[in-house]
T-cell receptor, first 117, second 112 residues
Framework: GAVVSQHPSRVICKSGTSVKIECRSL??????MFWYRQFPKQSLMLMAT?????????EQGVEKDKFLINHASLTLSTLTVTSAHPEDSSFYIC?????????????FGPGTRLTVT | SQKIEQNSEALNIQEGKTATLTCNYT??????LQWYRQDPGRGPVFLLL?????KEKRKERLKVTFDTTLKQSLFHITASQPADSATYLC???????????FGSGTRLLVRP
């Protein structure tokens, strides 16, 4: 099946610094990827839709200048958390729909645990 | 506003029994409903998808029902095993293709 990877799996950074998270589709091309955030014991909340070759689409309440998304190729999307603060500490997960999908299931990456100190 | 509800309390059952998890939704008419499994510290894994015109879907020990009148889906795991212990999430397709809206998930614990 389609595989999605994320890097790094864990990152600890100091408040005020920026962190970049990579999401890769390993064996298929993904023109669209999605970024989610999950706080402890809560569900996944969609942050934005990453579109290859065009601007990302952000969900209501998500600051686009804080969460920069770049989908530079058909296999890579990056999420940069700029000027991170402790409240940005969370589990960030990306996903991509399967290639030539006739239905709407998603393949998820393993997630990145961000801790801002 | 659209709302998806899953039982927030953990479901604790004995190995070999059938686990039944519930997903209710309001203010919504989804074309699809999906179920995912999520283990601690991991991303969700797709399990089953059921369309609005399907009443029931099966895959090995898993069964999903979809009642668009009640606005409810039930997820069953028969002959449950300790390895089935995880959080199970239901998800609905949003207003555009591929955008998923997730429920909060129900944690299942299967005792040996």
């Amino acid at each position: 099946g389609a595989v999605v990877s994320q890097h790094p799996s864990r990152v600890i950074c100091k408040s005020g610094t920026s962190v970049k998270i990579e999401c890769r589709s390993l064996d298929f091309q993904a023109t669209t990827m999605f970024w989610y955030r999950q706080f402890p014991k809560q569900s996944l909340m969609l942050m934005a839709t990453s579109n290859e070759g065009s601007k990302a689409t952000y969900e209501q309440g998500v600051e686009k200048d804080k969460f920069l998304i770049n989908h530079a190729s058909l296999t890579l999307s990056t999420l940069t958390v700029t000027s991170a603060h402790p409240e940005d500490s969370s589990f960030y997960i990306c996903s991509a729909p399967p290639p030539r999908g006739a239905s709407y299931e998603q393949y998820f990456g393993p997630g990145t645990r961000l801790t801002v100190t | 506003s659209q709302k998806i509800e899953q039982n927030s309390e953990a479901l604790n059952i004995q190995e070999g029994k059938t686990a039944t998890l519930t997903c209710n939704y309001t203010n919504y008419s989804p074309a699809y409903l999906q179920w995912y499994r999520q283990d601690p510290g991991r991303g969700p894994v797709f399990l089953l998808l059921i369309r609005e015109n399907e009443k029931e879907k099966r895959k090995e020990r898993l069964k999903v029902t979809f009642d668009t009148t009640l606005k409810q889906s039930l997820f069953h795991i028969t002959a449950s095993q300790p390895a089935d212990s995880a959080t199970y999430l239901c998800a609905l397709v949003g207003d555009s293709s591929y955008k998923l809206i997730f429920g909060s998930g129900t944690r299942l614990l299967v005792r040996p």
